[in-house]
Every structure is written in structure tokens, then in C-alpha cells.
């Protein structure tokens, strides 16, 4: 049982690539979150879907852009990367309200 | 807006030297208050889930409780292999897409 699996597991951009990472789930979860840790500001919510076919906006969605290709996935672009969008990144499922999400490894992401 | 925070930012402990953590929250309406342990360099892992207040769960030497301002996690006689980033997270009811809010997190050491 994989759970969620994210790749790549690290990268490194230049200022203005662009990329996109990506999330899937063998869960049959519903909602997908993508999410973000910096020291000092824990865990902000970019974007989610909470079901297939739905995406919204989450606390810290500029720069970004999601597709929820179907229930099993769901990939984070970012268009033009910039210095501030160096993160680790995780990607989060969630079967039912009131569940607990399951994470992925994360991925670690340098714009440099 | 809903708001976590955790206390203290940092804890060191002496195997078998118990203590507690602890999460205070503000959300308009809590439909769950979640516990996550994040190890160094991987994805955060699920703990528990608590609905109202009065309600306690334990998993081995951990044990959380919740009244209606805050959660503790209270650890009986910890041992070096539960050092560890604890998470705390909550989820409002009105919250569209079961998006959680997360705090900053406590970083526990338990030293031999």
C-alpha cells in the first residue's frame, strides 16, 4: 500500500522555470491539499480539490496552479518560479471529512 | 479566521521524564482537532482525531485531550525514539473542502 506518493523528491530551479510536481493517491481518497512548510510558518494550505473536478484556492495560492487530473491525482505547476517558492512541498489526501490526511514524503524545492 | 497556536516552540526531555504539549485554538465552530508527529525530512503521520470537548484518545505513551480552548498531548515516560515535530491542526465546521489549519508545531527531544 503506496498511500501517497510524490515526486520528484528534490529539485532545483533557476528564477523563472517553470515546473510541476506531482501527487498521487491509491487510496480512493475524495480531497487532495497541497501544502507548504517554512521554518517559522508551518504548514499553508496552496490549493485543494475535494473532490474530482474541483479545485479552489487555499491560503497561498499566487504563483501556482493546480490540476486534479483524476481521483488518484493531483499536480502542483508552478509557471515561473521566483526565490520565494523555495519550500518543501506535500501533497495530502483525505478519504471522508473528519478523517485524518495522509501525507507524502514531500518534496524539497530551491529556486535559485 | 481560524488560529493555532503550539506550546513551547521546543521541548528536551529525559527519557522517562513525562510532560505535556500543548495546541490553543480559535475556530468558529471546531468539527475536529487533529494531532500529526512530522520526522525530520519526511511527511507528517497521523496521531488523532478529537471531536468535542471531554474527549481523550491514547496511542502507546501518548495520551490528548481537549477542552473547548485547547489540546494537550501528554507523554508518559517518552523514550529517545519518540523525538520528534508534533503538529496540531484544526478544522472548523463551516470550512469549505475539509481544509485544516495547522500551528507552528513543538519540536520534542528525548535524550537516552
Known amino acids: 500500500n503506496a498511500g501517497v506518493t510524490q515526486t520528484p523528491k528534490f529539485q532545483v530551479l533557476k528564477t523563472g522555470q517553470s515546473m510541476t510536481l506531482q501527487c498521487a493517491q491509491d487510496?480512493?481518497?475524495?480531497?487532495m491539499y497541497w501544502y507548504r512548510q517554512d521554518p517559522g510558518m508551518g504548514l499553508r494550505l496552496i490549493y485543494y480539490?475535494?473532490?474530482?473536478?474541483?479545485?479552489d484556492k487555499g491560503e497561498v495560492p499566487n504563483g501556482y496552479n493546480v490540476s486534479r487530473l483524476n481521483k488518484r491525482e493531483f499536480s502542483l505547476r508552478l509557471e515561473s518560479a521566483a526565490p520565494s517558492q523555495t519550500s518543501v512541498y506535500f501533497c495530502?489526501?483525505?478519504?471522508?471529512?473528519?478523517?485524518?490526511?495522509?501525507f507524502g514524503s514531500g518534496t524539497r524545492l530551491t529556486v535559485v | 479566521e481560524d488560529q493555532v497556536t503550539q506550546s513551547p516552540e521546543a521541548l528536551r526531555l529525559q527519557e522517562g521524564e513525562s510532560s505535556s504539549l500543548n495546541c490553543s485554538y480559535t475556530?468558529?465552530?471546531?468539527?475536529?482537532l487533529f494531532w500529526y508527529r512530522q520526522d525530520p525530512g519526511k511527511g507528517p503521520e497521523f496521531l488523532f482525531t478529537?471531536?468535542?470537548a471531554g474527549e481523550e484518545k491514547e496511542k502507546e505513551r501518548l495520551k490528548a485531550t481537549l477542552t473547548k480552548k485547547e489540546s494537550f498531548l501528554h507523554i508518559t515516560a517518552p523514550k529517545p525514539e519518540d523525538s520528534a515535530t508534533y503538529l496540531c491542526?484544526?478544522?472548523?465546521?463551516?470550512?469549505?473542502?475539509?481544509?485544516?489549519?495547522f500551528g507552528e508545531g513543538t519540536q520534542l527531544t528525548v535524550n537516552p
Open positions: 495530502a489526501s483525505r478519504r471522508d471529512e473528519g478523517d485524518g490526511y495522509t
Open positions: 487510496m480512493n481518497h475524495n480531497s
Open positions: 480539490s475535494a473532490s474530482e473536478g474541483t479545485t
Open positions: 475556530v468558529s465552530g471546531l468539527r475536529g
Open positions: 478529537l471531536y468535542s
Open positions: 491542526a484544526v478544522q472548523a465546521w463551516e470550512t469549505s473542502g475539509s481544509r485544516l489549519t
